[in-house]
């Protein structure tokens, strides 16, 4: 299972930690329920670093996964820290996989980018048996009451609160979707990510 980071939320740094943004988490909640309910029993989280120090955003999903998921060992969670764009999601998972002799796999990210995340790895090759929504997921996730859990419904809540951030979440990726059919060395994609790590990573002026 391929989870993808997210890179576009404000990031907190706090003694070099950097903490998950809203779809990062939700994305490794719905990781860690599909490896619950059995369905797989690989993750590979998918994401670059935001700054020269510090966390990769990869590093801060692992450690949410595993807190909020003991059952998962840390052994069955594998870590692609250089990627900051799809594309080189795409590229070096394909070169990670390729040395196993794997080539099929289900990929997990947000409702907004599963449709271009899907094309760009096929188009490395890679067969995408799956895909899977982390929101979906998250929503349909119930304990043994059958209720949503109160974490749950807090990370929901969160998600659907950002609608004017969803908005311009939503604007870029139409924008790098265009961008994909002339921009095959992901010059426009690699540079909206830096530029947004950038910021992430800056701290705020007072």
């Known amino acids: 299972l391929i ?21 990062s988490r939700l ?7 599909l490896y619950r309910q059995g369905l797989t029993d690989r993750i590979i989280i998918s994401g670059g670093p935001l700054s ?8 801060s999903m692992q450690r949410y996964l595993l807190t909020h998921f003991p059952q998962i ?56 048996e799956q895909e ?6 998250v929503k349909k996730r119930r304990n043994k009451k059958g209720e949503i859990s109160e974490r749950h419904k807090k990370y929901i809540k969160k998600y659907e609160k950002s609608s004017s951030k969803l908005k311009t979440l939503k604007r870029r990726e139409l924008a790098l979707k265009l961008t994909n059919w002339f921009d095959h060395g992901d010059v426009v994609g690699n540079a909206f990510a830096h530029m947004n790590r950038s910021r992430q990573a800056a701290p705020k002026a007072k």
């Open 27 to 33: 994305r490794v909640l719905a990781a860690g329920e």
């Open 52 to 59: 020269k120090e510090g966390d990769t955003i990869t590093t």
């Open 73 to 128: 060992p840390e052994s069955a969670v594998t870590l692609e820290q250089f990627a900051v764009s799809t594309r080189q999601n795409a590229r070096f998972v394909k070169e990670m996989l390729e040395k196993e002799g794997i080539n099929n796999i289900g990929i997990l990210t947000s409702r907004f980018h599963i449709k271009r995340a899907e094309r760009i790895f096929r188009h490395f090759g890679l067969n995408v």
């Open 132 to 137: 899977f929504i982390a929101e979906d997921i």
């Open 3 to 23: 989870v993808l980071s997210d890179v576009w939320k404000e990031l907190k740094d706090t003694s070099h930690q950097t903490q998950a943004s809203v779809e």
